[in-house]
């Protein structure tokens, strides 16, 4: 099925989820009853849907709106696809087809379409074996420390903010709070709150679990609930920290994290091939920029 069938299928599964009943066509404008051609689920004006189609429809349906394939389900959505061939055919009656807009968004999907499939045939990683899982585990647990750590951050542009966010926390204002109001990174959403980490003490350049040193080292002297005193310059940037708790490091045991590291390598090895193959093609052309 083409996009924009189903981005008209998908706002039809979206409205059964939501429990709002998607009008169903007049039944006055349907032809008698007739049998069929064998695959087809409707034909509007002798233009033949077929049975592919209602089923990718509904498998959009469970994946979108994680709807169930039932009858009523299959009849919403075969009621959808007889709209959009309704649309499609008198688009094309009006011109629409010769559009630049239309022909435009042909040759984008052609040529995303072509790219991609190439792309799928010409890059190929090699397996992440069962040793490359096992040697990432061991360098994970390695370089966890004794503890591990559960931060929140407010990153702000400058010192002046960076003052007015202490002064708020020291007259009682929550941390949450304050890193919705006014941090600038991406943990915002979620009050400033970093996933767990650990690293080995005293804390190195390299070895911080992706933190910045400082903040890393802050973590550390922390105790639990505690707030840094003043902001950590961090580049263009000024950070207040907050430990939320610190409890011994939990490793988990390799059959519990082998699937997730192999996948994570299998991407990594998919990047690197990728890159590889994209070095290999810049080589033989001709480039101006």
Do not use: C
Not at 145 to 155: H, L, M, T
Not at 175 to 186: G, T
Not at 275 to 287: R, S
């Amino acid at each position: 099925m083409n996009r924009i069938s189903l981005r008209i299928t998908a706002a039809a599964v979206l409205m059964l989820a939501a429990g709002v009943a998607v009008p169903a066509m007049a039944q006055t404008a349907s032809a008698p009853a007739a049998v069929l051609p064998v695959g087809t689920v409707a034909t509007v004006n002798g233009v033949a849907i077929p049975q592919s189609q209602l089923d990718e429809a509904v498998r959009v349906a469970a994946q979108v709106a994680h709807q169930p394939d039932t009858p009523q389900l299959r009849q919403a959505l075969k009621q959808q696809l007889i709209a959009r061939e309704l649309f499609r055919q008198n688009a094309e009656k009006a011109g629409y087809g010769s559009k630049p807009e239309v022909q435009q968004a042909i040759e984008a999907a052609k040529t995303n379409a072509e790219t991609q499939l190439y792309l799928k045939d010409s890059i190929h990683a090699a397996p992440v074996t069962d040793e490359q899982v096992k040697a990432r585990y061991d360098q994970i647990v390695a370089s966890l420390g004794k503890n591990e750590y559960k931060p929140r951050v407010i990153a702000v542009p400058d010192a002046m903010t960076a003052a007015t966010v202490l002064s708020e926390l020291k007259a009682g204002k929550r941390f949450d709070v304050l890193a919705q109001q006014y941090s600038v990174a991406p943990s915002k959403a979620n009050g400033g709150e970093l996933p767990w980490v650990s690293f080995k003490t005293p804390v190195t350049e390299g070895r911080t679990q992706g933190l910045p040193l400082p903040v890393a080292q802050a973590i550390t002297q922390l105790p639990a609930g505690g707030v840094t005193p003043e902001s950590i310059p961090v580049g263009s940037t000024r950070l207040i920290v907050k430990l939320d708790a610190k409890r011994p490091t939990q490793v988990p045991a390799f059959d519990a994290v082998k699937e997730t590291i192999r996948q994570q390598l299998q991407a990594l090895a998919l990047e690197k091939a990728a890159a590889d193959f994209t070095a290999g093609l810049l080589k033989g052309a001709t480039v101006q920029q």
